[in-house]
């Protein structure tokens, strides 16, 4: 009788060894499976964000954050030192409009692994302390003026990155209708100085 109760409990314990071992094996891969996959998609996924950013892809997005922040410059310029109240209208527009685009720009720039620039460049700096030195009607037609010239080339940029197969073409499509928005009301201030303007000559 003795063997019997000592050979049931061998058999039992034989047993539990071997559900607890059977557990561990199919335990332990599944969490080393996880614990792997998560950094492994993570970095894949940066360093492929990275590979798509080429060089002319940060150029652009460099400049054009750069263009963003002389904009709001501009045009907190305009609204303090413009004669007409187009102009400051203008400025508000350009300050507004511009600084939503520098967020979604840098927005950008962070999905691609670049860094934004922190300052604009030196033409641009050159163009603000010329323009800060005007008043009046002066600066309201210089203002204007280069505001034409400088949006007729973002526009032009701006359409040539939408038909690319840039990653950031979305982005560049989204833009150009606001760039072009910002022309055509530079190009009607522009036309309206121009008559007024020779009104006065005439008199």
Known sequence: MSRKPMLALGVAATLALGLTAAQAQSGTPQ????????PSSSMNGSSGMNQKASKADQKFLMEGMQ??????????????????????????????????????????????????????????????????????AQFDKQF????????????????KEAKSKSPLAQFAQQTVPTLQKHLQTAQSIESKGAMTGAKSGAK
Do not use: C, W
């Open 31 to 38: 969490m080393n499976s996880n614990s792997m996959a998560k």
């Open 144 to 159: 204007t003026k280069h505001a034409v010239a400088d949006h007729k080339k973002d526009v032009a940029e701006y359409q």
């Open 67 to 136: 263009g963003d922040m002389a904009e709001v410059q501009l045009g907190k310029l305009a609204q303090q030192k413009g004669h007409s109240e187009d102009v400051k209208q203008f400025g508000q527009m350009l300050e507004q409009d511009h600084s939503q685009h520098l967020q979604q720009a840098q927005q950008e720039a962070q999905q691609l692994g670049i860094t934004p620039p922190q300052q604009v460049n030196a033409k641009q700096k050159a163009t603000y302390e010329r323009m800060n030195k005007l008043s009046g």
